[in-house]
């Protein structure tokens, strides 16, 4: 029994030892994580109030919120994937901000928890990906080869009011409630093993 109470005692401290080393999923937020902790990023308002300047804005949030753009009720443009006399301005953002060096040699995805409507990223002055288009879902990059690991990195990201997708429109901005534009919900980098499970 003793030896039995021995070999158990071993096993589950070395299953402790190696659950301790195994790497782990970080994640390094470039925003707030919601509207009480708001990070600071430049930014440019391309129409309507306090539009045509560059300024700062809390991330994340709808700039109409801030101040910035035209508020417009959906419901008056209901039916129409591309009206006349619509609110179509856009945000243009940048924010710098480090990349540990421990990071090098592993995946880092910039993760972005959703923005309205179509967005563009580039980090450090190229493209990462293609257009997401459409506000309400969680979307990523995998920006490990764009980085520059223990040093600065520049963030810029143009978020478009309006989608040039019909169908976003007719689904998103044209219903009973206010359309709004912005980076509304956190950004994150997300760090994993370069070897990992996608789900």
Partial sequence: MKKVTTLLSTLALATTLAAQNLPQTERQYLSGRGCDDMVEWDFFCTDGRNSGKWTKIGVPSCWELQGFGTYQYGITFYGKAFPEGIANEKGMYKYEFEVPEKFRGQQVNLVFEASMTDTE?????????????????????????????????????????????????????????????????????????????RH
């Fill in 121 to 197: 990223v580039k980090v450090n002055g190229r493209k990462v990906g293609s257009k997401h288009q459409g506000a309400f879902y969680r979307f990523s990059y995998n920006v490990t080869d764009f980085l520059k690991y223990g040093k600065k990195n520049l963030l810029e990201v143009t978020v478009s009011k309006e989608s040039e997708n019909a169908s976003v429109n007719l689904a998103e901005r044209r219903a009973d409630y206010w359309n709004f534009g912005g980076i509304f919900r956190p950004v994150f980098l997300e760090v994993k093993p370069a070897v990992n499970l």
